[in-house]
């Protein structure tokens, strides 16, 4: 009887360990990811990327469409208005999605409308054409303060990582103007300025990265506290070295599935990103290549890591005057720059 009951006990241990596996989501029709950017840029890249090996691990077709529009807002009002079917996810940076509300670009949207992906985290570069005036990042800021809105930027829009990273600058130097130019993309902005429509972009390196090598584009610093290093290019100095105050956060991209799909997409998901994603050589590589820094998660820790870039993006938002909600109503309060709620 005791030999019995042990076979009994082993037979229910071995499918509980099946279980899971048996339990996998098998899309039956093809998955749309909707980058809400031009083609090219730093999201779409990642993201173009990081489709085969999903493609692989679920055995269906992943289908990247590029949706561009008002800041990545329309693509991104799109997948949260589709069926919670599983079959229409977006990609972006994280803190673009939690903080739409802020900038009155989607109405009640939050983190918290998302089961979080990230793959990588960016920094934006500040770069020229290379026949610019401006040698150093001293030079340009220099010009910033005295000639204001006479200085062109190259952005893919407000809330883009690029018009961030404008903003943050003047903010940290104490407020100087300057004219934005805005593209449906990371990739056209920077594009743009190789070929002299702008005077300066502050995309991410991984958009300027093949610019940058190609000596079409100066880098003059980095949105961090470290030097980048870019393979073929001569290390690229912090933003620090001249504004030693500003505050930096490293800005996570990845997949975002709506919340309100079914549990057992997110627990497929769940374990072809902590299995395959997080080992992609692909990823490793690419980020290697383009400046960016490999950093895979999912779930809570995905979130964790993600917040203080989000309440650093809300935030700023509201002491440049640019917020149309208060933070308070996605959770933050900015007086204590923290979250409010969990």
């Known amino acids: ?152 930027v190259a952005t893919a829009g407000v809330t883009s990582s690029g018009g961030t990273a404008i903003a943050s600058l003047s903010g940290a130097a104490g407020g100087f103007k300057y004219r934005m130019v805005t593209y449906d993309g990371g990739n056209p902005a920077v594009i743009a300025t190789a070929s002299g429509e702008a005077m300066v972009t502050t995309q991410l390196a991984v958009e300027q990265a093949e610019m940058i ?48 799909v079914p549990d057992e997409v997110i627990a497929t998901m769940d374990k072809i990103w902590a299995e395959k994603v997080s080992n992609s050589q692909a990823i490793k590589d690419y980020a290697a290549k383009q400046g960016a820094v490999f950093a895979p998660s999912h779930g809570a820790e995905a979130r964790a890591k993600a917040m203080p870039i989000v309440i650093e993006e809300a935030c700023g938002r509201v002491e440049r005057n640019e917020a149309q909600v208060d933070p308070k109503t996605i959770g933050i309060d900015c007086a204590t720059h923290t979250e409010i709620k969990n």
Request: aromatic share 8%; proline share 8%.
């Open 1 to 152: 009887m005791r030999s019995h009951s042990v076979l009994i006990s082993a037979a229910a241990a071995v499918l509980l360990a099946v279980g899971p596996a048996l339990a996998d989501w098998k899309p039956e029709k093809p998955i749309n990811i909707i980058v809400p950017w031009g083609a090219g840029g730093s999201t779409d890249q990642i993201t173009r990327v990081t489709a085969p090996i999903l493609e692989e691990a679920l055995g269906q077709s992943v289908v990247v469409v590029n949706q561009p529009g008002a800041s990545g807002a329309i693509g991104t009002q799109a997948v949260l208005g589709a069926p919670k079917d599983g079959y229409t996810w977006t990609a972006n940076a994280i803190a673009n999605n939690a903080t739409y509300a802020v900038t009155g670009l989607i109405e009640g949207t939050d983190i918290d409308d998302w089961h979080i992906y990230l793959s990588v985290a960016n920094v934006p570069v500040v770069s020229v054409p290379v026949d610019s005036e401006f040698q150093d990042f001293g030079q340009l800021l220099e010009a910033f303060k005295t000639r204001g809105d006479d200085i062109t």
């Open 213 to 260: 090598r190609g000596k079409r584009l100066r880098a003059l610093a980095v949105l961090g506290s470290d030097p980048l290093v870019l393979e073929g290019v001569d290390p690229i100095p912090p933003v620090t070295q001249w504004l030693p105050d500003m505050p930096v956060a490293p800005d996570y991209f990845g997949i975002f599935i709506p919340a309100g």
